[in-house]
């Protein structure tokens, strides 16, 4: 009897109404984020909007005051929803190495004996808007990971476009979320100036009123003071993280290559220019999901190899542009926490009188959720006896310039 993805599935995920809904294995603070969103709406409805709208407005206008905060926290909510509950674009696994990749070399062994070795080279290249951009090889996946996508350690899972897992919404934000994230953050902005604004106009109107100090018109109604102190520092959450993803979205990165771009001055290859970053993330259609949860698994499962190896704009010209020719210097995509682990490590190495027994504890928890390799590959790589590859291979099968720039064996031993 065969069961359904969802039921088998390898990633830390949580699914709810037999694989409708996903999540991530941190979901649990969902219902938490929702109380910090609730209970201040709450307050503001029964202590502040309503006596706004007994005392101070016609009732129309009284009555909108209260409708607008209701309506608001309900699209907020929906935002939160679709951003946390669905698949932010993972892609799905595959069931064995691809092929068609795997390099048999026979190799001097260190005691001299002719010994034959499986790799498959850690990297390779891909073109996008006509600039070679290098992907790598995501041993839990076992998949070469598009341009930008990584792999979340907290979901164990490969999302395309990763910006960051986000432990408040509970899920990664990826390619198909990150606009209901962004327009939930900055909606979240919107309501907590509303509910500071119409909480200070209360304040006032109190004040107007009685005739009386602000002191007393605080006095006179606490839940105003509590919620005007409340959304202040929830503004400077939310609308510092609204303003960020405003920078990113208009020079196109996501909050994980700001992070690399900045420490390693890489160019961004993606960014299309103002205008044009911001109809990408908000006017595209939203990806299709590449998983069905629902669906049975079945007995044999073919073998997924291939992956398209170009995300070239179609008619787009490579020769004649000089902003492209400048552009066309190599450009790394690791979106990977391995290089950052091996640099880690290779500067902690460096510090002098650092204790080496704690640096490993530190890289090793950097390592969790990675832990789930592929034995098959790794243990028949002969450490130490083979030399990095240099030389480009073109891949002529998939149609496209695949070049080999390192080998698997040659990552192992810089490790
Ligand atoms: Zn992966
Ligand atoms: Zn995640």
Request: charged content about 25%; proline content about 5%.
């Given at each position: 009897m ?24 941190d ?18 409805s029964?202590?502040v ?9 016609s ?86 990971r ?16 990763f ?26 902005t ?110 044999e ?50 510090e ?31 450490h ?32």
């Open positions: 065969a069961g359904r993805v969802y039921e088998t599935w390898k990633g830390s995920n949580k699914f709810l109404f037999g694989g409708r809904l996903i999540f991530g294995p979901a649990w603070s969902l219902p938490f984020t929702l109380l910090l969103i609730i209970t201040p709406v709450t307050l503001f029964v202590f909007a309503t006596h706004l709208r007994h005392e101070f407005f009732n129309t206008a009284g009555d909108a005051i209260l409708v607008v905060a209701i309506l608001f926290t309900l699209f907020v909510l929906i935002l939160l929803f679709l951003t946390s509950a669905r698949d932010p674009g993972i892609v799905p696994r595959n069931l064995h190495p691809p092929e068609e990749e795997l390099c048999y070399e026979t190799t001097a062994s260190t005691d001299g004996r002719q010994a034959p070795t499986v790799q498959i080279p850690r990297t390779k290249e891909v073109m996008v808007y006509g600039v070679p951009v290098r992907v790598k090889y995501c041993d839990t996946c076992m998949l070469y598009p341009p930008r996508c990584s792999h979340c350690s907290i979901c164990n899972n490969c999302v395309e476009r910006d960051h897992h986000c432990p408040w919404v509970g899920q990664c934000i990826g390619v198909r979320n990150y606009r209901f994230f962004f327009m939930f953050v900055s909606s979240a919107l309501l907590c100036i509303y509910v500071f604004s119409m909480s200070a106009l209360y304040i006032k109107f109190l004040m107007d009123n009685n005739k009386g100090t602000v002191w007393r018109a605080m006095r006179e109604s606490p839940w105003s003071v509590v919620l005007m102190i409340y959304s202040f520092i929830s503004l400077w959450f939310v609308g510092g993280l609204t303003g960020f993803h405003l920078y990113l979205i208009s020079t196109n990165q996501t909050t994980y290559e700001n992070f690399r771009y900045r420490s390693d001055n890489r160019i961004n290859v993606y960014d299309r220019g103002c205008s044009n970053n911001f109809r990408e993330t908000f006017c595209s259609k939203v990806k299709p999901s590449r998983n069905d949860f629902r669906a049975f698994t079945r007995e499962p073919p073998r997924n190899t291939t992956l398209a190896t170009t995300w070239e704009r179609p008619g787009e010209e490579e020769e004649g542009s000089l902003e492209l020719e400048e552009r066309r210097q190599k450009v790394e995509d690791d979106l990977d926490i391995d290089e950052d682990v091996l640099k880690l490590q290779q500067r902690s190495n460096a002098e009188g650092s204790d080496p027994a704690h640096q490993r504890v530190e890289i090793d928890q950097m390592r969790v959720g990675s832990s789930e390799r592929a034995p098959t590959i790794r243990s028949e790589v002969r130490g006896n083979l030399g990095a590859r240099t030389s480009p291979q073109e891949d002529v099968t998939s149609g496209s310039l695949v070049r080999e720039s390192r080998s698997y064996a040659a990552a192992e031993e810089g490790r």
